[in-house]
């Protein structure tokens, strides 16, 4: 596609709950990250990924999640056992190069009741 | 989460008023810059970016200016206009550290007509 896709857009799961988010990259950026954003806040980073590896993981929360990417393309972020301080838009962005402009989806949406 | 500090949360200016929002930034190593533009509701959205090499960088009717001595970054819009409401996001590329790419909590501006 022309941009970076997410999926689901919405995502509403019972505390307690797996969840597992989507993002499509541009064809051909080697650079991925991931980041949580609450209400009226800024941009909390949680993972990044260049081409299939993750040199930084050092944001992401807890255990309770994780992320991968294969082929060099799609990336899933799974959050397990969901509560409700998971609640927030996750974001997905993409770069061809690390130091070159990244471009985000529109977020995913998770509200854990 | 790790974050860049901005030095104001919010900023009011009239329709056809020059803006000007600043940015500290935490990491000396940082060598790559991104101002991004959010709307309600959708994801960040590129504006202009700068390198560690530049103090200065024009786009269309705006300019990111650079001081690595006191690690401050600041983006000016001309001829402020109601579209140009939105939050904005400073962002900085810690090399030194993988690679991520960490934004500050961002700066609320409106616009008045």
């Known amino acids: 596609g022309a941009g970076v896709s997410q999926s689901p857009s919405n995502k509403v799961t019972e505390k307690g709950k797996d969840v597992e988010l989507r993002c499509d990259p541009i064809?051909?950026?080697?650079?991925l990250y991931w980041y949580r954003q609450s209400l009226g806040q800024g941009l909390e980073f949680l993972i990044y990924f260049q081409g299939n590896s993750a040199p930084d993981k050092s944001g992401l929360p807890s255990d309770r999640f994780s992320a991968e990417r294969t082929g060099g393309s799609v990336s899933t972020l799974t959050i397990q056992r969901t509560q409700q301080e998971d609640s927030a838009v996750y974001l997905c962005?993409?770069?061809?190069?690390?130091?070159?402009?990244?471009?985000f989806g529109q977020g995913t949406r998770l509200t854990v009741v | 989460g790790e974050s860049v500090g901005l030095h104001l949360p919010t900023l009011s200016v009239q329709e056809g008023d020059n803006s000007i929002i600043n940015c500290a930034y935490s990491n000396s190593a940082s060598d790559y810059f991104i101002w991004y533009k959010q709307e309600s509701g959708k994801g960040p959205q590129f504006i202009i970016d700068?390198?560690?090499?530049?103090d200065k960088r024009q786009g269309q009717r705006v300019t990111v200016l650079l001081n690595k001595t006191v690690k401050h970054l600041s983006l000016q819009i001309a001829a402020t206009q109601p579209g140009d409401s939105a939050v904005y996001f400073c962002a900085e590329k810690w090399n030194n550290q993988g690679g991520k790419l960490i934004f500050g909590q961002g700066t609320e501006l409106s616009v008045k007509p």
């Open positions: 962005a993409s770069s061809f190069q690390p130091n070159t402009e990244a471009f």
């Open positions: 064809s051909g950026h080697t650079a």
């Open positions: 700068i390198r560690s090499n530049m």
